[in-house]
């Protein structure tokens, strides 16, 4: 779980315009931040089987909000995958 300062830096560096919270490049964002503390406790606790299907959800739903950008706006879906380091 993330705490409320390292979502506000996640959005303040991803942010569309002045009150943005809520864009897909957000969104994408900080599921991405949770993937990865999650696959750190995944790599831990292997048997964790409820965390590895909430992982799945969250790898899931991040997969259709980049295909959802890159529909809709190819630059800012490439901007995106370079920041947060993912490949195609």
């Given amino acids: 779980m993330l705490t409320t300062k390292q979502k506000t830096k996640i959005v303040d560096d991803f942010k569309v315009n002045e009150k943005d919270t809520g864009s897909a490049e957000?969104?994408?964002?900080?599921?991405?931040?949770?993937?990865?503390k999650l696959l750190k406790?995944?790599?831990?606790?292997?048997?964790?089987?409820?965390?590895?299907?909430?992982?799945?959800?969250?790898?899931?739903?991040?997969?259709?909000?980049l295909k959802f950008l890159k529909r809709t706006n190819e630059e800012?879906?490439?901007?995106?995958?370079?920041?947060?380091?993912?490949?195609?």
């Fill in 26 to 36: 957000v969104q994408i964002a900080l599921l991405s931040e949770e993937i990865d």
């Fill in 41 to 65: 406790h995944l790599q831990k606790h292997k048997k964790d089987v409820s965390s590895r299907r909430g992982l799945l959800k969250m790898v899931s739903n991040r997969r259709k909000l």
């Fill in 76 to 88: 800012s879906y490439k901007k995106v995958i370079k920041k947060v380091g993912l490949e195609k």
